[in-house]
């Protein structure tokens, strides 16, 4: 079992940036491969970005160069970078360890809005 908690999400102005972490808790968390998904209105959930255990990382088209994904081993938690961010941004982001079958986080909402 893991247990996964997402902090960071807030309103931000188009071109700005925020930085979501998700924090992990229960089994061993360097085992699975994490990802970020999102939500947006209306929208199916889709993959933003994923890391691999063996740190290699794969992205989204829509957020290349624009977002990071990277994890920390040692303190259990996974971030997403989100820089130059844009409307079309807005959702709710969540953090998920394993894949589709695996663990979720409860989400945390991101809004890019003058």
């Known amino acids: 079992q893991v247990q996964l908690m997402e902090s960071g999400g807030g309103l931000v102005q188009p071109g700005g940036s925020l930085r979501l972490s998700c924090a992990a808790s229960?089994?061993?968390?360097?085992?699975?491969?994490m990802n970020w998904y999102r939500q947006g209105p209306g929208n199916q959930r889709e993959l933003v970005a994923a890391?691999?255990?063996?740190?290699?990382?794969n992205y989204a088209d829509s957020v290349k160069g624009r977002f990071t994904i990277s994890r920390d081993n040692a303190k259990n938690t996974v971030a997403l970078q989100m820089n130059s961010l844009k409307p079309e941004d807005t959702a709710v982001y969540y953090c998920?360890?394993?894949?589709?079958?695996?663990?979720w986080g409860q989400g945390t909402q991101v809004t890019v809005s003058l």
């Open positions: 998920n360890a394993g894949g589709a079958k695996g663990y």
């Open positions: 229960g089994s061993r968390f360097s085992i699975y491969n």
């Open positions: 890391i691999r255990t063996s740190g290699i990382t």
